[in-house]
């Protein structure tokens, strides 16, 4: 059965078994009830996700080298290399020749470029290649390339590009899942699939000392609905804030997903938080399930992700243990090292989003 564009499957990983993470991963679903499948209901079903984020560790990585590090692998693809033959040559700017094989790079690493441009996507990254040179040349003949600011810049998008490079070669070893394995994920997680449903939720973010909340977990649990969660937290002059959202199931960190789904209608649980606590009640459940023919692609796609992730997770600690690395300075006096890099961040579990 394929299926139109337009879902996130949860990202199911565990480190060492302990816990697990959400991570975005592409799935196909049709969408419901004319609502655009990427946006559950409008933002209130993305509120949830800053209270939830603690748990789900992300790793974003800064804007600004990103870009620059794609600009920079543009122009080390140039390096070692014999000058464009005339029929290479996708413009000239003052002399200096823009190649086809720069635009198809940035097609290749901006691939929704194409989804959004269509024919015309190859003509639209030529002129932005125009501009940048413009720029570039612009720069150069003001000596910004020698300011200290942007060979800084140029050399964390160099190291950048590098690093890259050696992860993507490390993660290429990864094998894909057989049909075997994609089933029996499939079967492993019946709350994403089987048993996927959307959920009506109502959300009291409370800020509060850990002494403040002893046994409130259980009057949460023991409240028969929202209101008597409410008068609870008052009871306690606690602190907080609430309101209503629509999470589907792979929205959830799925450690907060087993405990969601085998909820009634009208229960609640309390989830710690560092500043307090998140507690959430469930308004409705409604049955969304996934059939195993629709969810092949998109397990398929997480497990192939997850291995390659694995992979350079154990390449780069395998770097790790052989490196004399030493923190010095105020970074010493701050606590020790800093922990493994994103490449080493936590797996994830798949999950599906209309």
């Known amino acids: 059965m394929n299926l139109p564009a337009g879902v996130r499957f949860p990202d199911i990983a565990g480190n060492s078994g302990e816990w697990r993470v959400r991570q975005a991963l592409a799935l196909r679903l049709p969408p419901i009830s004319g609502r655009d499948p990427t946006r559950p209901d409008g933002a209130a079903a993305r509120h949830l996700e800053p209270d939830l984020e603690f748990m789900t560790q992300r790793i974003r990585r800064p804007i600004e080298i990103a870009a620059a590090a794609g600009l920079l692998a543009l122009a080390l693809a140039g390096c070692n290399r014999q000058a464009p ?64 600011q942007v060979l800084q810049a140029l050399e964390i998008a160099r190291r950048e590009v590098l690093a890259r490079a050696y992860q993507d070669k490390l993660a290429d070893a990864a094998v894909s899942p057989s049909s075997d394995e994609i089933d029996r994920y499939y079967d492993e997680h019946p709350k994403l699939f089987r ?22 977990a259980a009057e949460v649990a023991s409240a028969a609905d929202p209101h008597a969660v409410e008068a609870a937290l008052r009871a306690r002059s606690l602190d907080f804030n609430t309101r209503q959202t629509s999470m589907l199931a792979e929205e959830l960190p799925l450690q907060v997903l087993d405990r969601v789904g085998d909820l009634r209608p009208g229960a609640s649980l309390l989830i710690p938080r560092p500043t307090g606590a998140l507690v959430l009640t469930v308004l409705q459940a409604e049955p969304l399930p996934i059939e195993r023919a629709a969810a092949r692609d998109a397990i398929r796609s997480f497990l192939s992700n997850d291995r390659r992730r694995q992979l350079v997770a154990q390449g780069m600690k395998a770097l790790r243990d052989k490196a004399d690395v030493q923190i010095v300075g105020s970074f010493a006096r701050g606590g020790g090292a800093p922990g493994p890099a994103a490449s080493a961040a936590p797996q994830v579990a798949p999950a599906a989003s209309d």
């Open 85 to 148: 033959t005339s029929t290479q040559v996708a413009a000239r700017v003052n002399g200096d020749e823009i190649s086809t094989h720069q635009v198809q790079a940035m097609l290749q690493r901006q691939p929704r470029l194409g989804a959004q441009f269509g024919d015309n996507a190859p003509a639209h990254v030529l002129d932005t290649l125009v501009e940048q040179e413009l720029a570039a040349q612009a720069a150069r003949k003001d000596g910004l390339d020698s300011d200290p």
């Open 195 to 216: 048993q996927r449903q959307r959920y009506q939720l109502q959300e009291f973010k409370v800020q509060a000392a850990p002494e403040a909340l002893q046994g409130l």
